[in-house]
């Protein structure tokens, strides 16, 4: 599937389901211009997307934070223990940070 393909279609099903709402809020509010309404849905999406991306940047940072101190690749959950060679590289940094103190 080409890159075009995977951009358009995202695009469309954003486009049909944003009519779907002006519809509804149309017949819904009919007193309230249509031209209206698609502002009113177009600036939801907005802010939808806008949250979904600080979601995305958010847990990113707080996964970099957890792994920078420490903590296991939640993934490694799967498997009962921890990654191998993970103890031993812990036992090294240890080793290392006794060493510098």
Do not use: H
Request: proline content about 6%.
């Amino acid at each position: 599937m080409s890159k075009k393909v995977s951009i358009v279609k995202p695009l469309i099903a954003g486009a049909a389901i944003a009519a779907l709402f002006a519809v509804a809020g149309a017949n819904l509010y009919p007193s309230i211009p249509t031209v209206w309404i698609l502002a009113f849905v177009g600036c939801g999406i907005l802010i939808v997307l806008a949250l979904a991306l600080l979601a995305i940047v958010v847990g990113q940072q707080w996964n970099a934070f957890g792994l920078n101190n420490g903590g296991t690749d939640p993934q490694w959950m799967w498997f009962g223990g921890e990654p191998p060679g993970l103890q031993q590289e812990r036992a090294r940094n240890e080793l290392q940070s006794q060493g510098k103190s």
